[in-house]
Each structure stands twice: as C-alpha cells, then as structure tokens.
Nanobody, 119 residues
Framework: QVQLVESGGGLVQPGGSLRLSCAAS??????MGWYRQAPGKQRELVAT???????NYADSVKGRFTISRDNAKNTVYLQMNSLKPEDTATYYC???????????????WGKGTLVTVSS
C-alpha cells in the first residue's frame, strides 16, 4: 500500500519559517500537494505541484509559501515563510494519480503534521 509520511511541523513564532516534507513510498504521482485543516474549520487546499512542475497556490499563502518536489526521491516539500497565527493547522500531504481532465485515478493522504504559529 502507498504510504505518505509527513515531517517538519512544530511550534513557530509569527514571522518565522518552517519546511514540511512528505515522502511517498509508491511510484511517482502526477499531482502532489498540501492541504490543511484548522480546528473547527474544513480542510482546504494550500498548494499543489504536478510532475511537470506546474504549481497552484491558495490565495492566502501566495508569496509566502513555496511548493517543490524531488521526483527522484518521490518527495514533496512546502517552504513556509512569514508565518501567521491563521496558518495554524494540521497539514496533510496528498498524492494523486489523476491527470485532469484526461484521467482520474487514485489519491492518497498522509496522517498530517501539526503546525502551530503562536507568540
């Protein structure tokens, strides 16, 4: 079975930085990305990156977060700068075989890593 393992979460002060990593045990995925869920709120997209390097970001993180991937290592990263208290959430890694609109395949989720931004 595919396994996604996230790391890099923790406690950071406002304005600080963290880098999240997610290593996938399976083969390369067309889309890898990060979602987050704050307490009492719905899960939302943070950023995605395709195997070809095309990226998409939520408006709330544009200019502050950068998503990247290492296809050889089957790993996706999220560099988070200028962190705000509202970034506090559990961040979930996602790996998706889909290639919309041509093909819709399987998707997988990590268990999540907690990011807390507080002074």
């Amino acid at each position: 079975q595919v396994q996604l393992v996230e790391s890099g979460g923790g406690l950071v002060q406002p304005g600080g930085s963290l880098r999240l990593s997610c290593a996938a045990s399976g083969s390369a995925f067309n889309i890898m990305g990060w979602y987050r869920q704050a307490p009492g709120k719905q899960r939302e997209l943070v950023a995605t990156i395709t195997i070809r390097g095309f990226t998409n970001y939520a408006d709330s993180v544009k200019g502050r977060f950068t998503i990247s991937r290492d296809n050889a290592k089957n790993t996706v990263y999220l560099q988070m700068n200028s962190l705000k208290p509202e970034d506090t959430a559990t961040y979930y890694c996602n790996a998706d075989e889909s290639n919309p609109p041509h093909y819709y395949g399987r998707a997988y989720w990590g268990k999540g890593t907690l990011v807390t931004v507080s002074s």
